[in-house]
């Protein structure tokens, strides 16, 4: 069972805006610790894609955005393409467990 | 460029050992520390451990304390992986990856490409 919690999936239509959340608690999000998004494409490692709960490392589009607001957290996909469709993982710190956790993924299907 | 190009694929019986690297270049590899991330079939990503090249500190998630142990080489600029005796259950895909600190907590930059690791049962 992992710490954070993230939508099983979500689908959206090309062009469209869909959002993934995190929730997590007082150990973690909740403690002010901040939050991590990686992309999985079908088969291939992890990468990251949304540092420091809103910045984007170079080479990541503009249509993916992170926000976190208290312990309310989610990624955006604004414009959704087709090579969008992959899994989605959350990341933060957890202080009581001394842990890197993960969200549970969010898989994203493009209509 | 940052690279970690990890071994290739292992097929294993229970009760074997396994050593599986993780090679790191582009960039000073005692500087950073190195994570080692599982994904069983199907599943998600789960933190196992973590060592600091530069004095080989570790740590372990408790899930992983035990059962498996991460060592580096700052000659060759490689971390390590390994198990004593492999399960069925140690079957999956296992990823290193750098990790960067911030004043907000920690996360990782560069992934290896991944080790698959099976176990018939």
């Known amino acids: 069972q992992s710490v954070l919690t993230q939508p099983p999936s979500v689908s959206g239509a090309p062009g469209q805006r869909v959002t993934i959340s995190c929730t997590g608690s007082?150990?973690?999000?909740?403690?002010?610790?901040?939050v991590h998004w990686y992309q999985q494409l079908p088969g291939t490692a992890p990468k990251l894609l949304i540092y420091?709960?809103?910045n984007r490392p170079s080479g990541v589009p503009g249509r993916f955005s992170g926000s976190k607001s208290g312990t309310s957290v989610s990624l955006a996909i604004t414009g959704l393409q087709a090579e969008d469709e992959a899994d989605y993982y959350c990341q933060s710190y957890d202080s009581s467990l001394s842990d890197y956790v993960f969200g549970s993924g969010t898989k994203v299907t493009v209509l | 460029e940052v690279q970690l190009v990890q071994s290739g694929a292992e097929v294993k019986k229970p009760g074997e050992s396994l050593k599986i690297s993780c090679k790191a270049s582009?960039?000073?590899?005692?500087?950073?520390?190195i994570g080692w991330v599982r994904q069983m079939p199907g599943k998600g990503l789960e933190w196992m451990g973590i060592i600091y090249p530069s004095d080989s500190d570790t740590r372990y998630s408790p899930s992983f304390q035990g059962q498996v142990t991460i060592s580096a080489d700052r000659s060759i600029s490689t971390a390590f992986l390994q198990w004593s005796s492999l399960k069925a259950s140690d079957t999956a895909m296992y990823y290193c990856a750098r990790r960067i600190a911030t004043a907000g907590g920690y996360y990782f930059d560069y992934w290896g490409q991944g080790t698959l690791v099976t176990v018939p049962s």
């Open positions: 007082s150990s973690n999000i909740g403690a002010g610790y901040d």
């Open positions: 582009g960039y000073s590899f005692t500087t950073y520390w």
């Open positions: 420091g709960n809103s």
